[in-house]
């Protein structure tokens, strides 16, 4: 009795001390910024949360939702400049150099060297995810984004074939359309807007007028004929929409091709993560095809978490072992099988991933070779974020207005001189 008192005082003890020590001995933690909220992205970011815990680093999540990062972006800034910035972010392209301008980036070199990166990414790659030529950024993963989405049941009811011209497009549109059924599943949203704009300039004009125009920002060739012709094609495709598509999320989009009330959604490959998670199989459930026009080219979207200077000691450390884990060939596998992008770095085998992604595999590396592999301008590699956020309003403004093609072209090339 006596002693089971005292062994219970002890235990009472033992208790309380923990608890007063447990300050110090908190697990170490990571707040990461994204903007990954749908099915898929969520199931793929899970995939990092537990590959983190597992490490003894605590995940604090810091979810942001909102296609393509605006509401994102806007969030981050706050805590930036409230001197309380996240571990990571989900900041990609250009965007990391106008970070690393801020003077509030990581350098996570020691990370790098430890992991033989130079060894593992491309120098396209690797140049993107350092400033001053250190490494502030880690890159997750490839999406393409000049795919089209199709189910082949509705293509199948409707008696139309899956169209690799923008000729064979409209004619499938049209035969899903007399069929009762939605031809084109899209969000009225301007991210969602460009991201249609941007495969049709590639489809119309091809890779060589895509970079004179969306990369390089050529004024002539903003305001071509070709051009004209692109804002057309959009204009007809916008016929295809159904009404109810205004601030439509682009993965209820992805949704309506899911479930058969759509034939076809224009979007990058984050979309298979829709499929995947839904159960769905590439070349039965759904078709991944590239975009019409554009078998040759590829538009790339390279996701990457960018670290912030961070003041405690256990959080720089957990920051290094965050981005050594998304280097890992086990999270470039996992990741990129939930999330529908492929590996950014060399060395992990195909054999688990589907016919879609073995398609970007191959046909990045095809367009690599023929000069034809283009940053995406709607997903933030092309150009800086002033100028991608005037085109993108000139594109949005075109969507849901009437303006004309040739007056469209001219507010392009206006948007392309912001400063
Ligand atoms: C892209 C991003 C993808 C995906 C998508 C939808 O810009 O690179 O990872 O999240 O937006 O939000």
Redesign the pocket.
């Known amino acids: 009795m006596k002693l089971n008192k005292i062994s219970a005082a002890l235990a009472a003890i033992v208790a309380a001390s923990a608890v007063i020590a447990a300050p110090a001995q908190a697990a170490p933690q990571v707040e990461v910024l994204h903007?990954?909220t749908s099915g898929g992205?969520a199931k793929a970011v899970g995939e990092l949360k537990k590959m983190m815990e597992a490490k003894g680093v605590t995940w604090k999540d810091f979810a942001v939702a909102g296609?393509?990062?605006e509401n994102a972006a806007t969030a981050l800034k706050a805590r930036v400049i409230s001197g309380n910035p996240p571990t990571a972010a989900m900041i990609?392209g250009p965007a990391i150099q106008e970070w690393g301008q801020e003077g509030v980036l990581a350098n996570i070199d020691a990370a790098a060297v430890d992991g033989k990166w130079a060894t593992l990414l491309p120098p396209v790659v690797s140049n993107v995810m350092k400033y001053q030529g250190h490494y502030v950024a880690v890159p997750v993963n490839v999406?393409r984004v000049n795919w089209l989405w199709i189910n082949p049941e509705v293509l199948a009811k409707a008696g139309a074939k899956a169209p690799t011209t923008f000729d064979e497009f409209f004619v499938a549109a049209d035969k899903i359309k007399k069929a009762g059924l939605i031809a084109v599943a899209h969000g009225g949203q301007p991210w969602q807007d460009t991201t249609v704009f941007e495969t049709v300039v590639l489809g119309v004009g091809g890779a060589q007028f895509y970079k004179k125009a969306l990369v390089q920002l050529d004024q002539a060739s903003l305001t071509s004929p070709t051009m004209i012709k692109s804002f057309e094609t959009l204009a007809k495709i916008k016929t295809y929409i159904d009404k109810d598509s205004a601030g439509r999320d682009?993965n209820l989009a992805t949704a309506m091709v899911i479930n058969g009330k759509a034939g076809m959604q224009f979007m990058?490959d984050?979309a298979k993560g829709e499929f995947t998670a839904a159960g769905k199989v590439p070349g039965k459930d759904f078709l991944c095809v590239a975009a019409p026009g554009t078998e040759k080219s590829f538009t790339f979207?390279i996701?990457s978490l960018t670290m912030f200077k961070v003041k405690n000691p256990d959080e720089q450390k957990a920051q290094l072992t965050l981005a050594a884990a998304v280097m890992s060939p086990e999270f470039q596998e996992t990741f990129n099988l939930n999330?529908g992008s492929i590996p950014v770095r060399s060395g992990i085998s195909r054999a688990k991933f589907d016919s879609c992604a073995t398609k970007s595999m191959d046909d990045m590396a095809a367009s690599n070779t023929a000069g034809t592999l283009e940053p995406s301008l709607a997903?933030?590699m092309a150009v800086d974020s002033a100028k991608a956020g005037a085109i993108q309003d000139v594109v949005a403004k075109f969507m849901n207005s009437s303006m004309t093609p040739q007056a469209a072209v001219q507010a392009l090339a206006k948007a392309a001189k912001t400063k």
Do not use: C, R, V
Request: charged residues 25%; proline residues 0%; glycine residues 24%.
């Open positions: 903007y990954w992205e296609g393509a990062g990609k999406h682009w990058g984050w979207n996701d999330k997903h933030g």
